[in-house]
């Protein structure tokens, strides 16, 4: 295994392969966290995991997007397109891993 060594002699492995959190905008995570809340007041916290088909996530993600591009004000599109995307590679991961039952990833 490969290490990153520092100038105080502490090693720590290396990051390649790991995802790079630090990359990630927190301006779009504060919207998909404010998005997250908004859901959980009207559907019950973590209600979306119990699992739901990729197929109708991701018609609700393409409607998003579509609203947003047509300008719509009325909620925000953007962040919900991007929950819904989310969501959909979540369920995938977790269908893979045998946490949600296989007929959810109905897509793909």
Same mark, same amino acid.
């Given at each position: 295994?490969?290490? &990153?060594?520092?100038? +105080? *002699?502490?090693? =720590? &492995?290396k990051r390649e392969?790991k995802g790079r959190?630090? $990359? $990630?905008?927190?301006?779009?995570? %504060?919207?998909?966290?404010? !998005?997250?809340?908004?859901?959980?007041?009207?559907?019950?916290?973590?209600? /979306?995991?119990? *699992?739901?088909?990729?197929?109708?996530?991701? #018609?609700?993600? $393409?409607? !998003?997007a579509f609203q947003?591009?047509?300008?719509?004000? &009325?909620? #925000? !599109?953007?962040?919900?397109?991007? /929950?819904?995307?989310? %969501?959909?590679? +979540?369920?995938?991961? =977790?269908?893979?891993?045998?946490? $949600?039952?296989? #007929?959810?990833? &109905?897509?793909?």
């Open positions: 295994m490969s290490h &990153d060594k520092f100038s +105080t *002699g502490s090693i =720590r &492995d392969g959190y630090d $990359l $990630l905008p927190p301006e779009g995570i %504060a919207l998909l966290a404010r !998005h997250f809340e908004i859901g959980a007041g009207k559907y019950g916290e973590r209600n /979306w995991e119990l *699992g739901q088909p990729i197929s109708r996530i991701m #018609d609700s993600a $393409l409607r !998003h947003f591009m047509a300008g719509r004000k &009325d909620e #925000d !599109h953007l962040s919900a397109a991007c /929950w819904n995307l989310i %969501a959909a590679m +979540t369920i995938r991961e =977790r269908v893979r891993a045998g946490k $949600l039952p296989k #007929d959810l990833e &109905d897509i793909g």
